[in-house]
């Protein structure tokens, strides 16, 4: 069982995923979100690459069916009803709705990742249950980390390198290339999650909009047990 890492939803190819099962992490938020959504009883989030498409698919569906999610470097687009801000997301707001999202980082590398064989949704919040079912699938992994704008994100590799380490502690035997070994390496040395991402550029710009209360929810380990799925377009619970 081979694991990779992608730095970021630039350095994507079709070579590097076919016939792999891809986990997408986009930890500052917009995955944080999307597990959020549908352990909250959402019935679907979908995500789109821009705010046109995501408007236009709003048109053909029943205003009181879906929630407009989403941000534009990291702030609420505008006419939308919730921002990027996994918090916003709770029981009351999203239970049996449909919500559709456009992200600056997340969504994007979603919607670049669909020629692999399984796209699973991660993030701190839900790393050991991937870590898990990542197990039991027994193929080719490769973790993708969305970045920020097209650059290496520091927040998303350390998630992944803790998906990486809980995959280790049940199969000692993973061929990890040298990224996901560093990965792995790096989570080892910094367990005290905030104490890495704190030097992250994504951070910077989260606390210069005081988002401390989403880097807190966004860095907690393994609170929820679902692994959301891509699939067909929609991001579901299978």
């Known amino acids: 069982m081979k694991v990779d890492i992608i730095i970021s939803a630039d350095d994507i190819s079709e070579s590097k995923i076919e016939n792999k099962v891809v986990v997408v992490i986009d930890m500052f938020r917009a995955t944080s979100v999307i597990i959020t959504a549908l352990n909250n009883k959402c019935k679907e989030v979908i995500p789109y690459l821009t705010i046109e498409e ?8 029943n ?5 407009l999610g989403g941000e ?4 609420k687009i505008e006419g939308f009803d919730l921002s990027n801000s996994p918090l916003e997301y709770t ?3 999203v239970e049996n709705k449909t919500v559709l999202m456009t992200t600056t980082n997340g969504t994007r590398t979603l919607t670049k990742s669909t020629t692999a064989k399984k796209i699973l949704i991660a ?3 839900n790393a050991k249950t991937v870590a898990k079912r990542l197990i039991e699938i027994n193929d080719d992994v490769v973790i993708i ?9 520091m927040d998303d590799y350390i998630c992944g390198g803790y998906i990486i380490n ?7 035997d993973l061929q990890l290339t040298d990224i996901a070994k560093t990965a792995s390496m790096v989570y080892e040395g910094h367990k005290d999650i905030l104490s890495y991402v704190k030097e992250a550029t994504h ?6 909009l005081e988002l401390e209360k989403d880097i807190e929810y966004c860095i907690r380990k393994s609170i929820i047990d679902v692994v959301p799925e891509y699939y067909d377009g929609k991001i579901i619970l299978k």
């Open 54 to 61: 995501t408007l236009e698919h709003a048109k053909k569906l």
């Open 63 to 67: 205003r009181e069916s879906y929630i």
């Open 72 to 75: 534009r470097r990291a702030v």
């Open 91 to 93: 029981q009351e707001r």
């Open 123 to 125: 993030a701190m919040i």
């Open 145 to 153: 980390n969305a970045g920020t704008n097209g650059n290496f994100s």
């Open 166 to 172: 809980e995959m280790l502690k049940s199969n000692k």
């Open 203 to 208: 951070y910077s710009v989260m606390k210069s």
